[in-house]
């Protein structure tokens, strides 16, 4: 890659790397408690409402006590409702706290409360883990997106995981769009990171704009 390639990702990562997991106060690693974690963000990032909102309720959520899939599945609809209106995430309250719930009972269920057992029913396929996160109420494709491009750095069998919202706004940057090569740019191989930086300048113009302009150091 060139300096100038180079350059434009470092600074991509400074201004933008912070992983939505990590906003979300979320400290992941590859345990149960974590893992179950980020799949209650994937669902809250995968409604229609803005990400800070979503990352909000997650933090709203969890600081509630329901950070593990029999909390979820055990808590309180109204408590669940009353967290998520705390980050007034109200327009799809009543519908999340039932998919929340269903999700709890899900992974307690069929994964005995351990989403590492998806990945190794998943066996190293990428396509069989996206099929496997689909199952769970209100996570579809974009929801198994989100998982699995946050996921991909303790779950390296998963790397490089860059979709395709990525790889677009690694065009409009310039940067490689095949995403061996993208991610190759990854500091210490971390694409998360990497990841979240382009998804979060896809969706600020603005962004983007102080990205491209800033000078080399």
């Known amino acids: 890659m060139n300096n100038s390639t180079a350059e434009v990702a470092s600074r991509l990562v400074d201004r ?3 992983t939505y997991a990590a906003e979300a106060d979320i400290t992941l690693r590859n345990r149960p408690m974590p893992l179950f974690q980020l799949l209650v963000l994937a669902l809250l990032l995968s409604t229609r409402i803005s990400a800070d909102l ?3 309720a997650a933090r709203e959520l969890f600081h509630a ?3 593990t899939p029999d909390a979820a599945a055990t808590a309180d609809r109204r408590s669940i409702i009353a967290a998520l209106g705390r980050a007034h995430y109200r327009r799809y309250d ?3 706290a039932t998919r929340l719930r269903e999700i709890g009972e899900t992974v307690r269920d069929r994964y005995r409360g ?3 057992k998806l990945a190794e029913r998943s066996d190293g396929d990428i396509g069989a883990a996206t ?3 689909t ?9 198994a997106s989100i998982f699995l491009r946050e996921a991909q750095d303790v779950w390296p069998w998963v790397r490089p995981y860059l979709d395709e919202r990525a790889l677009r706004s690694a065009d409009d940057l ?3 769009t095949e995403p061996a090569d993208l991610a190759a740019l990854a500091s210490r191989g971390d694409v998360a990171p990497l990841a979240a930086a382009l998804v979060r300048t896809s969706l600020d113009i603005e962004l983007r704009t102080e990205i491209l302009d800033t000078p080399p150091r």
Do not use: K
């Open 174 to 176: 310039g940067l490689p």
């Open 135 to 143: 199952e769970f109420t209100g996570i579809g494709e974009v929801g």
């Open 54 to 56: 979503a990352v909000r």
């Open 65 to 67: 006590g329901i950070r």
């Open 16 to 18: 933008a790397g912070t």
């Open 131 to 133: 099929a496997l996160l």
């Open 114 to 116: 351990d989403l590492r």
């Open 94 to 96: 009543e519908s999340t």
